[in-house]
């Protein structure tokens, strides 16, 4: 995991948890204990909560299923990341839970999607909880984020030596949002941060802008101030980017804005904004189509898919040959394979389509990349392709990747019968 050093955050969380957590009461007793074996402790849930109350700590719970996909990248690709490891082991003691052998304690925490990481006090109370699959970085990234300011009791607003300092807006806010339900100060303190948290920190705006996004877009509903201020500044960042005066940061910023607003309207408009610009125009334009792909195959931007898109075969060519054992990176470029297959299919390149088809079934011959390629071609009404990948797959995956397979012929088969567009295998989405 590559870490960005920027600020001792990691350090200040764990001082203040040492003093808290010590003051807070007795956990039950624990129950029967086996050694410690890996990152995971092998204890109940009582007894991870004594070993915290002991040792000053939280207790992370990671609610897992054995047959859920995105459990089992959890497993290879982020609990065995080493700095994560340290981290969690600081700052809390790790235990694996699983819903088929813990289905009572599973309600009563009311844990109901998977993965889901529960970060709980000694005395058995939630501090907050992280659900879906997460990359090491950005685990540890969000556990600081939401874990800041919310273990110690009521945190003040900052002065003197701590009104520069983000980390205590950023615990100020957090507690005035979750533990006094103050959310107008809550997006003050959160503002803050995102427009002064750089100026005092290098790095601190990269590394939370998506926590302080979400935080402020939890607010719109209740808060006209949040849309306005998150619309101020992504407003902003679009006019940079329509003179060719915007950064790769900026854009990507831009993106960022965008999504937490669920607005799709304003960054396709800037993108064909810039469609006749400039050479620096055009740059920024293409920086967007990498982070617009999926949306524009969602909306059949096939035209505008394939002439940005350069050398499509190439280019998955070699990310396919570059992944080694990138769990998440594969599913990425699956994901990116099967937009630019779909794009190809419409625009009458069949051949590409079909190396593409190629590269992404020799790289990951999984249910989930044959539904991924199948819903492109339903998408398209190309029914007897589908047919053709349901009829290969089911010979070459796993029981499980079968069902999805069937699933989609199923779905498929209603859409030709019925002429209505079926439901479609979730791609990566979000953003």
Known sequence: MSRTAISPAPALLLRCLGAALLALPAAATPQDETPETGFFQKLGLYGALERAKDEGRLVLVAWMRDDDPECRRMDRSTWSDPELREWVSEAAVPIRLTEKDNLELTRQMNVGQFPSCVYLRPDASEVTRLIGFFEPEDFVTQSEAKLTGRVGGVVPRPVMEKSN?????????????????????????????????????????ARYLDYLLERISEMRKSNRMAASAMTLRRDRLADSILKGEATQESVHEFLRFSYWLRDQETRTRIFDGLRDGNEAQLALRQQLFEGMLQHLVDNRRYEDVVACGGDILGKLRTGFEALGEDETRRADLVNEA??????????GRGGDAKEIETMVLTASPTGRSYALLMDSALRLNLYGLVRRLAEEGKEKVAPRGRRMIARTLERAEVQ??????????SSHGGG
């Open 416 to 425: 030709e019968r019925t002429g209505k567009p079926a439901g479609l295998t």
């Open 338 to 347: 099967a937009c630019y297959y779909e794009a190809l299919l419409d625009q």
């Open 165 to 205: 300092d983000p980390y205590a807006w950023l615990a100020y806010g957090n507690s005035l949002m979750d533990d006094q339900n103050l959310p107008v100060q809550a997006l003050d303190a959160y503002i803050w941060c995102l427009d002064n948290g750089e100026l005092h920190v290098p790095g601190f705006r």
